[in-house]
């Protein structure tokens, strides 16, 4: 069994910065990729930034220069750093890993950004 606890989540004004953990517990086997997704009220999920094995990052192009994957092997833990958060960022956000063929998700946290 694999457990993705994610946090610092949380609300900040437009402009602010925000940066999201998820560590990973349990059966840490040969991770593939790393990840972070998003979901918005009403809309579908979608990828935010992913970052392989092999460190080659990706990024949708709505958060590209602001947005920051990053990774701790040693931790099993992938971070992400929000600047320059805009209110269209407001979403639960997940962490995804990919351990060989399986996938992992997060429970997901809540980042708002308002004024």
């Known amino acids: 069994q694999v457990q993705l606890v994610e946090s610092g989540g949380g609300s900040v004004q437009p402009g602010g910065s925000l940066r999201l953990s998820c560590a990973a517990s349990g059966k840490i086997f040969s991770i593939n990729a790393m990840g972070w997704y998003r979901q918005a009220p009403g809309k579908q999920r979608e990828l935010v930034a992913t970052q392989t094995n092999s460190g080659s990052t990706n990024y949708a192009d709505s958060v590209k220069g602001r947005f920051t994957i990053s990774r701790d092997n040693a931790k099993n833990t992938v971070y992400l750093q929000m600047n320059s958060l805009k209110p269209e960022d407001t979403a639960v956000y997940y962490c995804?890993?990919?351990?060989?063929?399986?996938?992992?998700w997060g429970q997901g946290t809540q980042v708002t950004v308002s004024s």
């Open positions: 995804r890993f990919v351990l060989r063929s399986f996938e992992f």
